[in-house]
């Protein structure tokens, strides 16, 4: 069996309309009207194939299409469609989207399957508006309970909950406690290796660990011009001083990814010396120890700066997902889809987080990567071509088909 072709990549367009920016990329921040008609339109596909779309009290949106063994656990597949602001088009999407065509196809062809086979859309992976990211898995996980994630104050000042309930997001169904076989994740890789070894599709066995740290220093505003430099306390030099210490790091770390992607500064005037700054730290690493010490020497660095420019500093840890490998049977069925659809079962692990990387200590999980064009993402320039959108979904298909008969 394989998918529907026009339907996926009809599927895929229609999506990226939602939230569409001029001159490219779309944009579906959590929580947002966007990432609502979204959801709404995935949950629509459902409908159309004639599953009930259920939502949980956080909004995560799932579907499960009854198997012949009542007693059997689920096999899910599935993503999230919210982005990071100036997105592509692929991220999160194609592994929904691929989720619906699968039981899309279970549904025209009227295949019995042991297993109950769903669909489950998680919210806010992307943690970019409200950390941490991937809190719709951490919610399904147990991680979270609905008040301490209600009460999470965003980017912008409100919290999740003000946000669920003025888009009326949130639902009464809960995935919490339904037993799970596995989950499977389709997801583009959104770095440069299939692209590399020109290959259009690997099984991911692993996902590197992430920490994020958010830090606010404060030191004192005063005249750019008139005040001495050694009588500077100065906010935005500290928040320079650790912008360059994280390349340092990553160069002193073989392996250590190290991003500082959100610098504010206040009062941010050109004849103002900065009083206060706001970043954001990305520290990842495929080795947890070594991420730890990563961690743990980026803190005593930020601290130090600060002292040294006397500039109060505090620091706030906003997201840690441990390095996991991912299921040996997933996997092993994965490869086994490859292997049928006459692909090179090549392995590799994901540098960027995925929901999977969370459901991978609740339940059996794997992830498909399709080729990224010049391996980027994150950026309107994402891209996989249609045919490697389609051999992701194949393989997807022949997993899920794998498992679900038991
Ligand atoms: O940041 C990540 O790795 C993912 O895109 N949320
Ligand atoms: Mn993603
Ligand atoms: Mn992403």
């Not at 602001?85 to 619906?100: E, M, R, S």
């Amino acid at each position: 069996m394989r998918i529907n072709a026009n339907r996926l990549l009809t599927s895929l367009t229609e999506l990226a309309t939602i939230g569409a920016l001029p001159g490219g990329g779309v944009q579906r921040l959590a929580f947002t009207a966007e990432d609502f008609q979204g959801r709404n339109y995935v949950a629509e596909r459902l409908r159309l194939l004639g599953l009930e779309p259920r939502v949980d009290a956080v909004g995560n949106l799932f579907a499960l299409r009854p198997g012949t063994d009542p007693d059997a656990p689920a096999v899910l597949a599935g993503s999230h469609t919210d982005t990071v602001a100036n997105a592509g088009g692929f991220d999160g999407a194609l592994g929904v989207l691929a989720a619906v065509e699968i039981l899309a196809r279970l549904q025209e062809v009227g295949v019995e399957t042991r297993h109950s086979v769903g669909l489950v859309s998680f919210v806010n992976e992307e943690g970019v508006r409200f950390m941490p990211d991937m809190m719709g898995s951490l919610y399904v996980r147990g991680d979270l309970d609905p008040g301490t994630l209600r009460s999470i104050v965003g980017t912008d000042g409100t919290t999740v909950g003000d946000n669920l309930d003025r888009l009326g997001m949130a639902g009464s169904d809960s995935l919490i406690g339904t037993p799970i076989r596995a989950f499977l994740e389709l997801h583009i890789e959104q770095g440069p290796e299939l692209e590399g070894l020109n290959l259009p599709a690997g099984v991911v066995t692993g996902v590197q660990g992430l920490r994020w740290m958010v830090v606010r220093l404060k030191g004192h505003s005063n005249h750019a011009g008139t005040t001495p430099m050694a009588k500077r306390q100065d906010a935005g030099l500290v928040a320079g001083q650790v912008t360059t210490s994280v390349r340092k790091l990553a160069r002193d770390i073989p392996g250590l990814r190290g991003t500082v992607g959100r610098v504010t500064l206040r009062p941010n005037l050109i004849n103002v010396i900065p009083s206060e700054a706001t970043l954001t730290v990305d520290l990842r690493h495929p080795d947890q120890n070594r991420l730890d010490d990563a961690v743990a020497k980026m803190k005593a660095g930020i601290l130090r700066f600060a002292a040294d420019e006397g500039v109060a500093c505090e620091i706030s840890e906003t997201a840690s997902a441990p390095a996991i490998e991912f299921d040996r049977e997933v996997i092993e069925d994965i490869k086994a889809g490859m292997d049928s659809l006459g692909l090179e079962p090549h392995s590799l692990v994901s540098g960027a987080g995925h929901d999977a990387q969370i459901m991978a200590t609740h339940c059996p999980a794997a992830m498909v990567f399709v080729r990224s064009r010049d391996g980027v993402s994150h950026n309107p320039r994402e891209f996989t071509s249609d045919a490697d959108c389609v051999t992701g979904a194949d393989i997807l298909l022949q997993a899920v088909l794998q498992l679900a008969s038991g």
